[in-house]
């Protein structure tokens, strides 16, 4: 029942909508420059593009503000309000594009990011006047001279190109508007208050007359919810606005509640629509839609006595026989109506068939699907145990098929988490262009492999990392035109993002064709700062990979981009924590490509299960080299160090059993899991190998957060708990108990 | 701002509005060796049979694991252990109590070995004394009070002191019991306690009955 | 506070502050009684200083219970913030508030 939720969900689509806008306006600005280049044959093409670009940003803009008005956030309304003027400009050709109006529209967006991020941390007003200030009188350069002083919300009624002709009857200038409103069940407790709904449609225009409608609501207590919504409205509305804005006004409870709205001047047949849509006496509705003002009386009598006279849904026929309209109109004016049941508006469903038809769903949700779907994986495991041991085949055999079809149940929902990588890539561009300007460097950002879907929870811990290694490479990697110049490159510098799926895991590729990697330097500087010794013999790999370690930093001077006091180690250390790894490959005076291979979720982990004792241990397959066992003679324990000579290499290793200070006598016959963590590697040593499996990784809680060596837990088929062992704590809790430079 | 409305004697408060009250009035009631304790019902979520604890190494001895319930991973504790570092023996009635403590990162379920569990009891505010201030087997901000019941008294715990996941969590960090026990080569060191400590066979067999596939 | 006029056998009540959906359920519970609706109810809004959907539903579901009860509930007098969430959802005649005095400037 709080406030938040409303809220929570502006500020996220608030976030995406900006997003998109910093996109579509980067795209412009590439227009620009490619059509300043060659004015050539694909200008019409390029037109067409244009406008498209330029009314989505439009929207956009128009949406962040629409929906400002509906929460009161005066401030942001204020602010998109002036945006959206200029678009509008823009958009009717009143004004012309440049880039350093595209400078200002970018940083205007920023802004309204800021506002956006201030709200969701509960700052509701202004944070940054000054610059809101500015910005606004930057915009208003832009703006032809008869228009500075433009008071009123400014929204063209030209927008609506894509509406059947049956709307186009009599939307121009002023009219009478009816709105239909039945609000769903959770609105109050989702923080959607009715009233403020109307109280900005006030802002929008006059309200004739309100009829509230509560058949829905129990006349006694006991089937009475305080905290359950039951109202609807019959709104007979005057406005100058367009369909668009007045759609926008709805546009956050579209979804669950009912909103109809029936333009000025429309047929009689959207009303009688109406009357049949909603499941209400038909005379009563009747009788509030000319209380409204939206229907005269006699038009309520023509209109009910045309639905008497035909079957409920032959609507079409009506308007066919009425001989006024012709038949695709009519189809028109169906597929219209069809739409607005659904409660969605022509363009929505534009964007929405463009994306797949998406539906919104919070994480949590998908967790717990999830979570009941691992549940429902580990009893049918169980089942399954049951029913062999029965020795009933046929309980066996629907067994084993009601499994196969959870896991591919388990399957689809893992799914449902993954999202394409697209999003994370674009918003390189602006870093891209940001940071090359600053450095001036000419770079493009051409992105492949951007449906490549991945985890959610992956996508959100790569952002930093990747960030942080593509601006490495702007910094460190391209050269300046000059320097290019000089080498007989072409000026514009190429950066690529890439990603493609590979064997269960993600590849993303960065790919610069600058300077690339002066392996000679590095050693020396490798050296100079002591992270090797001289008469180390290392491959150019090694030198590479030399570059993660601590303290190295490749650049002579810390430029303020990329030495932002994270070193490149710190980005290797998070893509291992997610269980991935980096590796490089560089040509000198070519370019670098970094590759990460990442796995797909965080949510599931291959394993290997062992045992020592009665306790059951998995250990993450990927970091497993081989499993061997144990030669007593092999292994040697002196002076607190314990190793075993592995095929003549010198294997430290550590008993699980005596690292987890178990009690009993070890077994005969031990195994040893050869594991491996960055270069370094150890043998674990456990009582027993049982094999692989996949497994759902649930968290061990607070209580266990100083727990090293171990990352998690893992419900088994008999319903056991198994810890999952977290190798690289491990190692470090084992190399902390061993004398020096044993592991290497 | 005031609630709005003054409440009416004669027609109002019906019965929902006791309930809630009277809710909080009531207790259930176990044994652990020979004490009497009780934890407030709108605390308690569960009884559980007792049932195999799978082990977390490297912990202090009063956390004694986790177990599976329907899913989620709820961490032990040996609630004798806590007290006075005597771990609980595991008995045909032992039982598995999951509690809900509120702690600085919001709610989380911990479960509770006991020895038996009671019943569920209703102590009146006015029953209840606050805890001494000496002379309690057990640590006093443990004791949320002693509420009389039947002419004896039993030990109302806070359990959010008992269980505050925080301090737990410290005290693994700090303790060097965790330490000692990861060194491969010390030699085994014997807590105090150890002698008391069935070992996890005997867990087995007295609690198989109502895990096995 | 209900009082029962015994002379008129009228029931009196004040509802006051705020009528919104973050007291929606301590109200309704306040106001359900089994014998609401008995007895014709005078009720004064003239302190209630904001009011929402759920405070104007709940008003609604008021008049419905006493209308089933064939019993009058009157608004006596109203706040400004009354009037006003009223008058938007175009109720005033439902609750027959034209002529019901507007309490100027209310408690808080």
């Known amino acids: 029942m709080s406030m938040d939720a409303a809220l929570i969900t502006y500020v996220e689509e608030c976030r995406e909508l900006l997003e998109q806008m910093e996109g579509d306006l980067l795209a412009l600005e590439r227009g620009l420059d490619t059509s300043d280049d060659s004015t050539t044959e694909t200008e019409d093409d390029n037109e067409i593009a244009w406008c498209e670009l330029i009314n989505r940003i439009f929207r956009s803009a128009h949406t962040v503000k629409g929906s400002a008005g509906v929460f009161g956030l005066d401030h942001i309304v204020e602010f998109t309000h002036e945006v959206e003027t200029l678009l509008d400009q823009l958009r009717e050709e009143k004004i012309t594009l440049t880039s350093s109006l595209i400078a200002t529209l970018l940083e205007c967006k920023d802004h309204c990011l800021d506002l956006i991020e201030c709200l969701a941390d509960g700052v509701e007003e202004e944070s940054n006047p000054q610059r809101a200030e500015r910005l606004v009188n930057e915009l208003q350069t832009f703006s032809p001279p008869a228009e500075k002083d433009n008071q009123s919300f400014a929204v063209s009624e030209s927008n609506n190109n894509e509406s059947p002709a049956i709307e186009r009857l009599g939307n121009n200038g002023s009219g009478h508007w009816h709105i239909s409103l039945r609000f769903h069940a959770e609105a109050l407790r989702e923080g959607m208050d009715p009233m403020s709904f109307l109280r900005y449609l006030q802002k929008l225009g006059q309200i004739v007359s309100v009829v509230t409608v509560s058949n829905e609501m129990p006349d006694n207590f006991e089937k009475f919810d305080p905290e359950a919504c039951y109202l609807g409205f019959e709104i007979g509305f005057v406005s100058h606005e367009s369909k668009q804005t007045i759609e926008d006004v709805f546009e956050f409870i579209r979804d669950d509640s009912q909103v109809r709205i029936i333009p000025p001047f429309a047929e009689l047949e959207s009303y009688l629509s109406l009357i049949s849509e909603l499941d209400q006496e038909p005379r009563r509705l009747g009788e509030i839609l000319v209380e409204c003002g939206s229907l005269t009386p006699e038009e309520l009598e023509q209109a009910l006595a045309i639905q008497s006279s035909k079957p409920q849904h032959a609507l079409g026929e009506i308007l066919i026989n009425r001989g006024n309209t012709a038949p695709q109109v009519v189809e028109a004016a169906i597929a219209k109506q069809a739409q607005s049941t659904a409660g969605r508006s022509q363009n929505e469903d534009r964007a929405a068939s463009k994306d797949g038809g998406t539906l919104r769903v919070e994480a949590d949700r998908v967790d717990e699907l999830i979570n009941l779907i691992g549940e429902l994986v580990i009893s049918g495991a169980s089942t399954a145990i049951h029913s062999q041991d029965s020795n009933n085949d046929a309980l066996t055999e629907s067994v084993s098929t009601l499994n196969e079809l959870i896991e591919e149940v388990r399957d689809a929902s893992m799914r449902l988490r993954m999202v394409e990588i697209g999003a994370t890539f674009n918003r390189f561009q602006r870093v891209v262009r940001d940071v090359a300007n600053e450095l001036g460097k000419q770079v493009t950002l051409s992105i492949t492999g951007a449906d490549t879907e991945l985890d959610k929870t992956v996508v959100e811990k790569i952002g930093d990392p990747l960030m942080h290694l593509v601006r490495n490479a702007l910094d460190h990697g391209i050269e300046s035109p000059a320097e290019r110049e000089a080498k007989g490159k072409p000026l514009n510098g190429q950066l690529k993002l890439n990603a493609y799926h590979d064997s269960g895991s993600i590849v993303i590729e960065i790919i610069d064709d600058g300077a690339g990697l002066d392996a000679e330097r590095i050693r020396a500087k490798a050296i100079e700062k002591g992270l090797i010794d001289s008469t180390y013999e290392l491959n150019k790999e090694d030198i590479y990979k030399l570059i993660f370690a601590p303290g190295f930093s490749t650049a002579d001077a810390v430029t303020n981009l990329s030495g932002r006091g994270v070193g490149m180690d710190v980005v290797r250390n998070n893509i291992v924590e997610l269980g991935g790894r980096i590796d490089i490959d560089s040509e000198q005076g070519k370019g670098t490509k970094l590759t990460l291979h990442l796995p797909l979720t965080l949510a599931i982990i291959d394993g290997f299960l062992v045992g020592v004792e009665e306790s059951p241990f998995v250990i993450p397959l990927d970091s497993i080299r081989e499993c061997v066992e144990l030669q007593q003679d092999d292994a040697v324990e002196k002076n607190g160090r314990q190793y075993m000579n592995l095929r003549n290499e010198v294997l430290p290793f550590v008993r699980l059993r005596e690292l987890f200070g178990m009690k009993t006598e070890r077994p005969i016959r031990e195994n040893v899991v050869v594991v491996h963590y960055g270069n370094q590697k150890a043998g674990i040593v456990v009582d027993r190998l049982h094999g692989e499996l996949q497994t759902v990784i649930k968290p061990l809680g607070q209580l266990f957060s100083q727990l090293q060596g171990i990352g998690g837990s893992s419900i088994m088929g008999n319903g056991e708990v198994a810890l999952i062992l977290d190798i690289p704590t491990l190692m470090q809790l084992v190399k902390d108990k061993q004398p020096h430079h044993v592991i290497h | 701002m005031t609630l709005p409305i003054e409440k009416a004697t004669a027609d109002l408060t019906p019965q929902q509005k006791q309930d809630v009250s009277e809710e909080a009035n009531q207790y259930l009631t176990f044994r652990l060796r020979d004490e009497m304790y009780a934890i407030g019902i709108l605390r308690t979520k569960e009884i559980l049979e007792y049932r195999p604890i799978t082990q977390v190494p490297m912990m202090p001895d009063f956390v004694h694991g986790v177990i599976n319930l329907r899913g989620a991973v709820v961490p032990v504790i040996d609630l004798a252990m806590r007290f006075d570092g005597a771990r609980t023996k595991i008995r045909k009635r032992s039982c598995i109590v999951i509690v809900e403590v509120e702690g600085n990162n919001g709610r989380q379920d911990i479960s509770i070995i006991v020895d038996e569990v009671s019943e569920v009891v209703s102590i009146p505010a006015e029953e209840i004394e606050p805890s001494p201030s000496f002379g309690t087997r057990i640590r006093t901000d443990f004791i949320a009070g002693m509420g009389k019941l039947e002419g004896d008294f039993v030990i109302i715990l806070a359990v959010d002191n008992v269980l505050s996941v925080d301090e737990l969590s410290r005290l693994e960090g700090s303790g060097n019991d965790a330490h000692a026990k990861a060194l491969p080569f010390e030699p085994k060191t014997q807590s105090p306690d150890d002698e008391d400590q069935p070992d996890s066979d005997t867990m087995h067999i007295e609690t198989d009955s109502d895990t096995d596939q | ?108």
């Open chain 3, 1 to 108: 506070m209900f009082n029962l006029d015994n002379s008129t056998m009228i029931w009196h009540a004040r509802l006051e502050g705020e009528l919104t959906i973050y007291h929606a359920f301590e109200l309704y519970q306040a106001l359900s009684s089994a014998n609401m609706g008995e007895a014709p109810l005078d009720l004064d809004l003239g302190q209630v200083s904001l009011v929402d959907s759920s405070g104007v539903q709940l008003l609604v579901l008021l008049k419905k219970v006493f209308a089933r009860h064939h019993q009058e509930l009157r608004i006596v007098t109203c706040s400004e913030a009354v009037k006003d969430a009223v008058g938007l959802f175009g109720l005033n005649g439902f609750f027959g508030l034209t002529a019901v005095p507007v309490t100027k400037g209310t408690s808080e």
